[in-house]
Nanobody, 122 residues
């Protein structure tokens, strides 16, 4: 069992940066792949970034590639999402998730956080 709690969301101007954190409980954190998803009002939840259990490989949606960076610190049971050059279209609730492998689909993840709001003003 893994419990996930996101933090770090907020309001930022376009072009600004935010770093999201997701703290996990559970002794098996380091064995899980982790992902970040987002959901804007009226839209489906979409994949943002994923990272393998050992951090050896990362995956990104085309819309965030080159602007966002996912990383993890297994010693701290935490996964991060560094978001730079933010755009108004990045506005959404951001969720972290844990699962057996770093998939790009939400159904591949077993555990989810409650989400944190990111709002980018133009």
């Amino acid at each position: 069992q893994v419990q996930l709690v996101e933090s770090g969301g907020g309001l930022v101007q376009a072009g600004g940066s935010l770093r999201l954190s997701c703290a996990a409980s559970g002794r098996t954190f380091s064995s899980y792949a982790l992902g970040w998803f987002r959901q804007a009002p009226g839209k489906e939840r979409e994949f943002v970034a994923g990272i393998r259990w050992n951090g050896g490989k990362t995956y990104y949606a085309d819309s965030v590639k080159g602007r966002f960076t996912i990383s993890r610190d297994n010693a701290k049971n935490t996964v991060y999402l560094q978001m730079n050059s933010l755009r108004p279209e990045d506005t959404a609730v951001y969720f972290c998730a844990a699962g057996p492998i770093a998939l790009r689909v939400a159904t591949g993840y077993d555990y989810w956080g409650q989400g944190t709001q990111v709002t980018v003003s133009s």
